[in-house]
């Protein structure tokens, strides 16, 4: 069966920190009252499976069809790099509280302790009100042992970097480096690796079902980079640029992408759109498929696509 552009169900997840705003700013329906904090796109993670929403394919898994089709769902090349699991993992997320400050290990680490991949992600922001206040990365004077002695007895005062957002910034959050938001509310597309681990440092003593959430200190001081202080970059378009790449790193590229009227595309690897404005068509292989802000499209390796309409998109390609 011949592969095609691919809509998946969201796989959505309350959060603590989370909140209504993927359904009031990105029109992605809520299930109940809870608070919900990621939507997972695309997804081959057993956290959040993701499974196809349209075309003859319906029903089936993203890993069944990884399985099945290999390179050429993801192209040649990234089936080389990526044999044993698909590469990415693509979310939207509503940050309506305090995120807990976490770092993430890399590939080497994550590997040995956990068979999975490193946690290497991009924060592209959406929305961020006035006061929208991030931790990004450690302050000067702190190493490992000065962490482990602070943070045991609960004290997490003037240890970490604060910076400021708004959106169309992007942050690549390297394996290592502490981070969280502190104040006001965000929401903003995560592109990662396929990868669901996280080291907490602390979540502000708050309770979920009754409980506190469990912390990893030791774990997490084992992979801190102190040094790292993430870079905020502005990716809004200036003098009539209409894309432009925002992030380059070992495991994926970013571009963002503004389309007036029509766009066409085809790549051997695999591409995911995400839809931050507007709306439009997009057709490939007999499929025709109406996309809005919000929604998220994979386009299989060596599938040709048309755009249409008025829209700015992500594009992501593995590596």
Avoid: C
Wanted: net charge negative.
């Amino acid at each position: 069966m011949k592969l095609y552009p691919l809509k998946f169900e969201k796989v959505l997840i309350p959060k603590v920190w989370g909140g209504r705003n993927l359904e009031k700013e990105l029109s992605i329906p809520l299930p109940d009252s809870r608070d919900y904090g990621e939507a997972w796109e695309v997804s081959s993670h057993p956290n959040g499976m993701s499974i196809v929403g349209n075309g003859s394919l319906k029903g089936k898994t993203l890993q069944e069809l990884f399985d099945e089709y290999k390179g050429e769902l993801v192209g040649e090349e990234i089936y080389l790099n990526h044999p044993d699991r698909f590469p990415l993992l693509i979310k939207y997320l509503d940050v309506n509280d305090r995120l807990s400050i976490q770092v993430h290990p890399d590939d080497e680490v994550a590997l040995k302790k956990h068979n999975e991949l490193g946690k290497y992600e991009s924060w592209y922001i959406m929305y961020a009100s006035e006061d929208a206040k991030l931790i990004m990365g450690m302050k000067p004077g702190y190493n490992k042992e000065s962490f482990l002695e602070k943070t045991r007895r609960n004290d997490f005062t003037n240890m970490f970097e604060e910076i400021s957002v708004k959106a169309g910034d992007i942050i690549d959050v390297i394996p290592g480096t502490v981070h969280a938001s502190l104040e006001g509310s965000v929401i903003f597309a995560e592109i990662q690796e396929n990868s669901d681990i996280t080291y907490r440092i602390y979540d502000f003593d708050r309770l979920e079902n009754g409980k506190l959430r469990d912390l990893h200190l030791e774990d997490a001081a084992d992979v801190i980079d102190f040094e790292l202080k993430p870079k905020v970059v502005d990716t809004n378009f200036k003098d009539g640029e209409v894309r432009k790449n925002i992030s380059n790193t070992p495991y994926y590229s970013i571009d963002r992408i503004k389309i007036t009227e029509e766009f066409n595309d085809l790549d051997v690897n695999m591409s995911i759109y995400s839809i931050l404005e507007g709306k439009g068509i997009l057709e490939g292989e007999g499929e025709l498929l109406e996309i809005r802000k919000g929604e998220t499209v994979l386009v299989p390796a060596n599938v040709s696509i048309k755009i249409t309409g008025k829209l700015e998109v992500l594009r992501s390609l593995a590596k």
